[in-house]
């Protein structure tokens, strides 16, 4: 049971630089997430996209680009890092039915990215 | 700014003491849940309660929910040191997308 799987674990990045994190869910999910938490903020919604090929603002968009490749993918890119983009990410994804949010989120197990 | 704020920030019991956490949030919902996450991991979900439900059990987990104050709590009861954790709750705020609170750090002395 993979769930949901996110690439890479680990990143250290210089400012500047560029990189995109995978999230992938073989749960055939519509809904995807990707959240950052840091300490002591719990998690910050940054993009989700309710159904594939849709995408949406979360709370803290500014300095990240998403692609919800298909059902099973939905990428966070960053185009320039940032030391203040240092941060754990989670992807996650959920079922949805019409307008409503029917049940859990599946959370990855988180990418750690840090920005020197 | 986020939806939901938990209170207290930290918390720290004996093992086999009952651990209540509470949640406030701020805008209407049609669902709230309780996740918990586990030092360097991913969060899991604990129990989800739906706006026209008071009061859910799940195990030793106890969640209220009071819409009239916009708030939920989240009781273990009997906790064991296994529970040391930090848990967040989330809501929808009627939308497609969920929104965390800061959390509660649980530690459970055994």
């Known amino acids: 049971n993979a769930g949901v799987t996110q690439t890479p674990k680990f990143q250290v990045l210089k400012t500047g630089q560029s990189m995109t994190l995978q999230c992938a869910q073989d749960?055939?999910?519509?809904?995807m997430y990707w959240y950052r938490q840091d300490p002591g903020m719990g998690l910050r919604l940054i993009y989700y996209?309710?159904?594939?090929?849709?995408?949406d603002k979360g709370e803290v968009p500014n300095g990240y680009n998403v692609s919800r490749l298909n059902k099973r993918e939905f990428s966070l890119r960053l185009e320039s890092a940032a030391p203040s983009q240092t941060s754990v990410y989670f992807c996650?994804?959920?079922?949805?039915?019409?307008?409503?949010?029917?049940?859990?989120?599946?959370f990855g197990e988180g990418s750690r990215l840090t920005v020197l | 700014s986020q939806q939901g704020e938990e209170d207290p920030q930290a918390l720290s019991i004996q093992e086999g003491e009952n651990a209540t956490m509470n949640c406030s949030y701020k805008?209407?919902?049609?669902?709230l849940q309780w996740y918990r996450q586990n030092s360097g991991r991913g969060l899991v979900h604990l129990i989800l309660?739906?706006?026209?439900?008071r009061e859910k059990h799940s195990g030793r987990l106890r969640v209220t929910l009071d819409t009239s104050k916009k708030s939920s709590s989240l009781l273990i009861t009997a906790s064991r040191a296994a529970d040391t954790a930090s848990y967040f709750c989330?809501?929808?705020?009627?939308?497609?997308?969920?929104?965390f609170g800061t959390g509660t750090r649980l530690k459970v002395l055994a």
């Open positions: 996650a994804s959920s079922e949805r039915l019409g307008n409503l949010l029917t049940g859990e989120l599946f």
């Open positions: 749960m055939n999910h519509n809904s």
């Open positions: 996209s309710a159904s594939e090929g849709t995408t």
């Open positions: 805008t209407s919902i049609n669902n």
């Open positions: 309660i739906r706006s026209n439900e």
């Open positions: 989330a809501t929808d705020g009627g939308t497609y997308k969920y929104i």
